[in-house]
């Protein structure tokens, strides 16, 4: 028997239109967006768990990165909110089909990427930046240590 470890990490996102809910009346771009950040990261996972099905000695790991903003509504912030509250859900349900597979949603809290800075612009934030190395380093140990519940959601802060 090996110890085989597959895992998996959809980090892939984008911001999409920062408005208020009543600007989107086109179902097209609504759609563009959820297909993007929500429908390819279903289609991506379930295509490398039928890629690398269970067996004996095979540990399989998916880790959602995820945001505050899967749970907390924000104004202007209706795309986002909605698609990263669509992927917790839709990693909670891959965790109770499939009790093998570990299921983790993490947010890395606010690191220095562009697309960080663009969020902290849009809605007027001016705070500092992490580096990405500590909640990457967390997020590791974590999912080396198994230390959660197949299905949670962690956030950086909450498990420092």
């Avoid at 297909?35 to 998916?62: D, E, I, W, Y």
Wanted: hydrophobic share 40%; net charge negative.
């Amino acid at each position: 028997m090996t110890n085989d470890h597959v895992l998996l990490f959809i980090n892939a996102g984008s911001l999409g239109t920062i408005s208020q809910f009543s600007s989107f009346t086109d179902p097209a771009e609504v759609q563009a967006y959820i297909t993007f950040n929500v429908s390819s990261a279903l289609a991506l996972t379930a295509g490398v768990l039928q890629a690398f099905p269970h067996r004996p000695g095979l540990k399989r790991t998916v880790v959602n990165v995820s945001s505050m903003f899967a749970q907390e509504p924000h104004p202007r912030w209706v795309l986002y909110c909605t698609a990263k509250a669509a992927r917790y859900m839709m990693f909670k349900v891959l965790a109770e089909e499939e009790p093998d597979v570990k299921v983790l949603s993490y947010s890395p809290g606010p690191m220095d990427t562009e697309m960080q800075q663009e969020i902290f612009r849009q809605i007027s934030i001016t705070r500092e930046l992490m580096s990405c190395e500590k909640p990457g380093s967390k997020l590791l140990m974590l999912v080396l240590d198994s230390d959660f519940s197949s299905g949670a959601h962690i956030d950086f802060f909450d498990a420092c």
